[in-house]
């Protein structure tokens, strides 16, 4: 009897260990949904998944560039990153005065986000899984004809500096999941599979759909421009080049 | 002998010919696309209201352009911010002056600190979407890309990112010149002038950092219509400048994102106007139209001194929302050719108050509990619903216009009774009255300004210009708002 307590005991102890090395996961229960942009259209099934509750932190990047020191600033390979990256870092592992431990960390490339996620035996999520997570507000799972929500979404375009922002400080969602809004943009594992050129007229054509000749704007509307900018910004992105307003989370089967 | 004389006649009569080709070759016109280029310079940027150094007679070269894409915020109107979106952090973009046959070799770069990406269309370019394709750039990173001018005049550039219609409406429009070969005809004094509609989620005057609205820009609901991206940019301090006997040429451009401009400077003619910006030059010209994404090169000259208004004639948008700047001609009169009273500061600003004019029925409000605002913030909000409404009549320093508006500067009218003051805000008058001994006869309107508004104005003014400083409280306005 005295045993099982016992072991009972250790393995609470262990496991809540475990939970505090480990940054916090949410389970996203699948679904089927429609992309605002995407392949013809198409519906999209999402398997069940868990995701990071917040974006990965400085202080994250930090450990994880000290236990793998090839993806230090200096030692970093010019194929995987562009002259930017982590450039507001005081030295390869110090952080400047400026920055914040739990801010998200940006200025890096695709290829360190994805071996970031690998190390945590992670991956970098699906745009569709993303943009699955990310439809929702504060209490529905798909929130996107809301006017409320998609002003939310538009309004921090015009917020400068919001990646010097601590994580945690915009709203939790539906599933329980922070800042998939209003701090910084984030990588996706596929984010060139939707081929936006940022020639706008020519995107148009490509997707009649996407902008009804309403005489009015209405939900659906300002929910395309919101949206719109999120596949702009990653139409406009190549694997190597980082952003200071760009940084990422990771998800796991 | 007979063939000879033929054939004399055949070999002159072809040598005439050929003659002839000659001289045609001579004035024939060299195609754009075949001028040689020789050298390479940067080129020299300048923001608005000016314009880099006249191309002149150089040669075709290849011309260095670095333009930076800047997201900031700036300021709309008095206590109005708006978060700008700009080509080389000016509302309209740096001034690009080149020559026919350039080699423009134009690199955009993106600022890190922005959020979006961006690029630009030059209709000065011919290729497929005026450079937008080659351009679409990140934040933090650079584009170059590289045209021949073929075309002289006068072009608009803009973002074509989508949405377009919010990132012109923003500010991101500019003008690029290509001159012809030889250069413009030389004048005295150049300006760059541009007019943009922006549309903003508060009405006109509401203070603070105010949202793009997306619906009024649908709707082509404009709250500002400006030169050069803010209300007063071209007024006061800020205003333009010539001396008297100048030639002054105006390039003149339309951002949009959707109005026309009916491009007026009040008091003069347009002596030619290269219409639309393009190779037809039209004499003596009035008004003349610029459609959203086109130009106007305008040129006259200043014969007279005195404050020259330039307006969007399509006249509520000159004096309610913005769209009216100076030029400042210093000099000698010439009363042969104007021969009237001088007089400053009869075209100003009006500002976005609604005006009606006075009756006799007040309205009668539900009471709603105010706090009162400390002295400060009341001078501070006050000053800003005088430059708005009432400094068009009453002038900067209370100082009124003589025979026409009666001064509230040390105005023993003002000071004698307060609620009588208040009253004529709220309710307009009409009648003789007489002010510091001189007697006026004119109608002041009806001010649509809320309680608050009033207060702050009419505190504001009883305590500058040597006034008797009487705070005006909200409680005071209400009581002479309810008594009628």
Not at chain 1, 79 to 89: A, M
Not at chain 1, 130 to 144: I, T
Not at chain 2, 29 to 36: Q, R, S
Not at chain 2, 198 to 215: I, S, V
Request: hydrophobic share 35%; proline share 4%; aromatic share 10%.
């Amino acid at each position: 009897m005295k045993t099982i307590v016992r072991l009972a005991v250790t393995m609470l102890f262990l496991n809540s260990i475990i939970a505090n090395c480990q940054p916090k996961m949410v389970k996203i229960k699948g679904g089927t949904y429609i992309p605002l942009y995407g392949t013809n259209n198409q519906k999209v099934t999402i398997d069940n998944f868990y995701i990071d509750v917040y974006p990965v932190t400085n202080q994250e990047f930090l450990e994880f560039v000290k236990k793998h020191p090839e993806w230090k600033r200096s030692k970093a390979l010019k194929l995987f990153v562009d002259d930017n990256y982590l450039n507001d870092w005081k030295s390869d592992t110090i952080l400047n005065t400026n920055q914040n431990l739990q801010s998200p960390i940006t200025s890096i490339s695709w290829f360190a986000a994805k071996n970031y996620c690998e190390a945590q035996n992670k991956r970098l999520p699906t745009v569709d899984e993303w943009e699955y997570v990310a439809m929702s507000n504060e209490n529905m799972p798909d929130a996107r004809t809301l006017k409320n929500y998609n002003e939310f979404i538009l309004s921090w375009y015009e917020k400068p500096k919001t990646n010097i922002q601590t994580i945690g400080s915009t709203f939790q969602n539906y599933w329980k999941v922070y800042d998939m809004h209003g701090l910084v943009w984030e990588w996706t594992s596929d984010f060139n599979a939707v081929l936006i050129s940022g020639e706008s007229r020519k995107d148009v054509d490509k997707d009649n759909d996407l902008f009804c000749g309403s005489a009015a704007v209405n939900a659906t509307d300002l929910m395309n421009y919101a949206a719109f900018m999120r596949y702009a910004i990653r139409g406009s992105l190549k694997a190597k080049y980082t952003m200071k307003n760009l940084g990422f989370r990771c998800v796991k089967d | 002998m007979n063939i000879l004389k033929t054939l004399g006649i055949i070999i002159t009569s072809l040598l005439l010919i050929s003659c002839n080709k000659n001289e045609k070759n001579e004035i024939a016109i060299v195609d754009p696309a075949e001028i040689y280029i020789k050298g390479t310079i940067d080129a020299e940027l300048t923001s608005p209201p000016f314009v880099p150094a006249p191309v002149g007679n150089r040669v075709a070269k290849k011309l260095l352009v670095n333009m930076e894409i800047i997201e900031k915020e700036g300021t709309m109107s008095d206590g109005v911010t708006y978060v700008y979106w700009t080509f080389g952090g000016s509302v309209p973009g740096s001034f690009i002056r080149t020559r026919i046959g350039d080699v423009v070799e134009f690199t955009l770069s993106n600022h890190p600190d922005n959020k979006l990406p961006h690029n630009i269309d030059l209709h000065a370019v011919t290729g497929p979407g005026g450079g937008a394709e080659s351009s679409f750039v990140a934040p933090g990173q650079q584009k170059t890309f590289s045209f021949k001018t073929l075309n002289p005049g006068l072009y608009v550039y803009h973002c074509a990112t989508a949405p377009v219609g919010m990132h012109i409406a923003n500010g991101m429009y500019g003008l690029i010149l290509v001159e012809p070969e030889g250069g413009l005809p030389p004048v005295d004094k150049e300006y760059y002038i541009m007019q943009g509609d922006f549309y903003t989620k508060g009405a006109n005057g509401e203070r603070g950092l105010q949202a793009f609205d997306m619906n009024k820009a649908i709707k082509e609901d404009a709250d500002y219509v400006v030169f050069n991206g803010k209300v007063g940019a071209l007024t006061g301090d800020n205003a333009i400048t010539a001396n008297v006997g100048e030639t002054v040429r105006l390039f003149v451009g339309n951002g949009g994102p959707n109005l026309t401009s009916s491009f007026h400077v009040i008091g003069e003619i347009f002596d030619n106007v290269h219409i639309e910006g393009g190779s037809t030059i039209s004499k003596n010209i009035q008004t003349t139209s610029i459609p959203a994404g086109g130009a106007a090169i305008v040129d006259f000259k200043v014969d007279v001194p005195g404050t020259f208004i330039l307006v969007d004639h399509a006249i509520f948008r000159a004096f309610n929302k913005g769209a009216l700047g100076m030029l400042k001609v210093s000099g000698k009169e010439n009363k042969t050719l104007y021969s009237g009273v001088k007089q400053e500061g009869i075209y100003h600003p009006e500002g976005s108050t609604i005006q009606t004019m006075p009756d006799e029925n007040g309205k009668k409000t539900a009471e709603v509990k105010v706090v009162e605002k400390s002295l400060t913030q009341k001078m501070k909000d006050g000053k800003q619903v005088y430059m708005n409404t009432c400094f068009a009549c009453h002038q900067s320093e209370g100082q009124g216009i003589e025979g026409a508006f009666p001064p509230l500067a040390k105005s023993d009218y003002l000071n004698a009774d307060v609620k009588r003051s208040i009253g004529i805000v709220l309710n307009g008058k009409t009648g003789e009255i007489t002010v510091n001994g001189k007697k006026y006869n004119s109608v002041m309107t009806k001010q649509t300004l809320t309680e608050v508004e009033v207060a702050d104005v009419m505190t504001y003014i009883y305590n500058s210009w040597g006034n008797n400083k009487t705070n005006v409280t909200v409680d005071l306005v209400k009581q002479v708002k309810n008594k009628n």
